[in-house]
């Protein structure tokens, strides 16, 4: 049974910075990608980040320059660095972890809260 289970959050004041983990783990078959998602309270989740098993990535316009993705596809292990943190990042992160044919497994997520 795959899990997905996300680690790292917690509350930080503006401008601070902060790491995310998210690790996969009980499938012996390859991921395609793996990315971050965030839900604020009231409002629709949302991509934050996500990294391919050939290193590419793509970033959200909201965090461009603020967050790096990376990861090990042989721990299936990614990392959300976070930094120059906002007010408006406060939200529900949750990873999501897709395999070549489509299926998606999602974590319960971690809550991170930036206070000014």
């Known amino acids: 049974q795959v899990q997905v289970v996300e680690s790292g959050g917690g509350t930080v004041q503006a401008g601070e910075s902060q790491r995310l983990s998210c690790v996969v783990s009980?499938?012996?078959?390859?991921?395609?990608?793996i990315g971050w998602y965030r839900q604020a309270p009231g409002k629709q989740r949302e991509l934050v980040a996500e990294?391919?098993?050939?290193?590419?990535?793509n970033y959200s316009q909201s965090v461009k320059g603020r967050f790096t993705i990376s990861g090990d596809y042989g721990e299936n292990t990614i990392f959300l660095q976070m930094d120059s943190l906002k007010p408006e990042d406060t939200a529900l992160y949750y990873c999501?972890?897709?395999?070549?044919?489509?299926?998606?497994?999602w974590g319960r997520g971690t809550q991170v809260t930036v206070s000014t």
């Open positions: 990294i391919s098993r050939d290193d590419s990535t």
């Open positions: 009980g499938s012996n078959l390859p991921f395609r990608i």
């Open positions: 999501k972890a897709t395999q070549f044919w489509g299926q998606e497994y």
